[in-house]
């Protein structure tokens, strides 16, 4: 759970040792980062630079103002884009609204449930389950009176514009894995199921499976099987189809605890509804709560109720002419970076993007964002050195230079919320991509960094504080051999670590 009293304390681990005076150049430092690089060339191609973070001058580089694909270090310009142009406490909101509160418990009109991006409803932020904090919506929605709608429930997600799914994220027709869930206005459990194959009563059994959350938004086709005690789980989701039915195949042991994955769902938009309906049952609101989706202001769905438009009132009354506010959830930037930074999830780096697009131009779809994101970093449209395609940096379209990187995070150390953004990033040991790299002890508290990822691409960038106490900026993109990369990483974060 990322909370934003748990960011302000991780965020004063990031000044246990205070930046030490004196000269920012280090000749020794300088050779040995140089010997990394000329060590390291074969297979791969580098665009790297090193700064000293308190004077920004250039420790040591490798042709830095060559572009390459940033894989997933993208995530560090699109979250320092979020807190610069929309502020760490900004939120991400989901609002349920009527265009008049209920007479006797009835609602005449539609329940609408509005949606910016708000990926609140997920575990990452609530201990109690992905399906925690959509029940505190139904029950907002309970509080306020509802006890019937006549209206049929709209789904408004106009707010995010275009596809769901990058055109460039490599994926084919059927393939949904978690990393390429579908970027809606209201996500729900970072838009996946999770599915869990148990073994049956013994081998050669039928082994049964089960949706969490529960939902008709996806359909488990079963093939598999209980094996042997003691052996290995062969478990396989065959291609998610349209209608959203999975395959799964292979099995598990028998008396094993079985096995669990997460599936992205093939329509969020409709899952979300889908499970909403059912938890506002369960609080008591009955009547017509078949969801119909709305995408687009200038095309409402077919048949189906207006979206309400008009401002809304917080009171939950009609204020003006507007229309009355039955419930709200909201997530944090601050909160929703944290995961985008450490747990690396793409999704939660996409809404981000998007809402930036939203708030700021207009445009809630991946071009919106990409652009909103260049004009929020300072970069120029076309600029060679920072090319955004997406937010997460799973499209191979991106192309950004280390001495990009270096701005980016020039500019937000420098900004108010330099310390706090810091605090986002992965630390050594610690829940996310670097709890099992630099585990020695001479690493701990001293490692802020985003990782990167793609089939022959490896990225990483941060911050390393030395033994010196100096606070060292770095950015590593590799293309090419990926083994060979993590090694010419790992040689740059110990010549900074063991800098004196």
Known sequence: MFRSSALAAAAALVLVAAPQPGAADSPRLALRLAQAFANNQKGIDVTACVWDAQTWTVVAEKDRAVARRPASVMKMATTAAAFLA????????????????????????????????????AAHFDPRGAEAALRDLARQVAASGVR????????????????????????????????????????LNDNCVTVSVVPGAGAGAPAAVKLAPATAAARLVNRATTLAPKTRSTVAFGRTQPDGRIPVTGGVPAGS???????????????????FARLLREEGVSGDLAPVVVRSPSAPAAGGPAVVARPVSRSGARSGGGAALLARHGTKVRDIAAVANRRSQNLYAELLGRELGRAKAGDGSFEGGARAVTA?????????????????????????????????????????????????????????????????????????????????TKALAGFVRAKSGRLYAFCVLCEGDNGRAIALHDDVVEALADEE
Do not use: C
């Open 376 to 456: 929020a970093l300072g970069f120029a449209a076309g600029d060679p050195q920072f090319r955004a395609s997406d937010g997460s940096g799973y499209s191979r379209e991106n192309r950004v230079s280390a001495e990009a990187v270096g701005s980016v995070l020039r500019k937000i150390m420098a900004s108010p919320h330099g310390e706090l953004w810091m605090s986002t990033l992965a630390r050594p040991g610690e829940d996310g991509t670097l709890e099992r790299r630099y585990t020695a002890a001479k690493y701990k508290g001293r490692i802020f960094a985003k990782t990167g990822t793609l089939r022959d």
């Open 148 to 187: 019937k709608v006549e209206g049929g429930l709209v789904l408004d997600v106009t707010a995010f514009g275009g596809p769901e799914r990058h055109a460039a994220w490599g994926w084919t027709d059927g393939e949904w894995g978690w990393d390429q869930a579908p970027v809606s206005a209201l996500p």
């Open 86 to 121: 929309l502020g760490p406490d900004h939120e991400l909101v989901t609002e349920v609204i009527a265009a008049a509160p209920p007479k006797s418990g009835v609602l005449s009109g539609p329940l609408v449930v509005r949606g910016h991006g708000d990926p609140g409803f």
């Open 257 to 275: 605890q079985g096995f669990t994955s997460d599936q992205a769902i093939v329509d969020p938009t409709v899952f979300f509804g889908d499970v």
